[in-house]
């Protein structure tokens, strides 16, 4: 959840000994502490912008790894770097069949793209999680999206 991302990077920052990775990830993600007062600086990037949270209750993708394996495929269907406009509108012509047969199997019921089963199980692992959330927890939390990470 957006409001307790400072408080949970507290919560992992007490068990890290990287000092230079620690500043620089707070710097750009969480924002630096104000040298007078309370608070913090604004972030490099909004948590907002990164956070998944929100996303992933909305049922939206946490990554754009969909685009990205789309764009490869694509571009192995063309099959090479610079195609000739004549060549490369015939390539979208094709996908662009493509997608129609399968908004039509979709509105049909089909299920058309289906994902590794070890997706779909840390999906559900995740969606678990996300739907216990309790920021009184969230050391707890933490611990356990970090059990379904993998490097």
């Known amino acids: 959840m957006i409001g307790d991302v400072i408080k949970a990077f507290d919560i992992v920052a007490e068990l890290f000994d990287d000092d230079d990775l620690l500043d620089y990830f ?4 969480i ?8 608070g913090r600086k ?34 192995s269907r063309v099959s090479i770097n610079h195609p000739t ?13 493509k997608f129609e047969i399968d908004i039509a199997k979709i ?9 590794k089963l070890m997706y ?13 959330y309790d920021s009184s927890q969230l050391g707890q939390y933490l611990s356990n999206v970090a059990a379904n990470i993998y490097l």
Do not use: C, M
């Open 26 to 29: 707070e710097k750009t993600w």
């Open 31 to 38: 924002g630096e502490r104000k040298r007078r007062g309370v």
């Open 42 to 75: 604004d972030p490099q990037f909004a948590h907002q912008l990164w956070n998944v949270y929100d996303r992933f209750i909305a049922g939206v993708p946490r990554s754009n790894n969909a685009v990205e394996g789309w764009h490869n495929a694509f571009a």
């Open 85 to 97: 406009i004549i060549k490369l509108t015939e390539k979208n012509r094709r996908e662009q069949s």
């Open 107 to 115: 509105l049909q019921g089909h299920e058309v793209k289906t994902r």
């Open 120 to 132: 779909k199980k840390l999906d559900e692992r995740i969606e678990r999680l996300v739907g216990a």
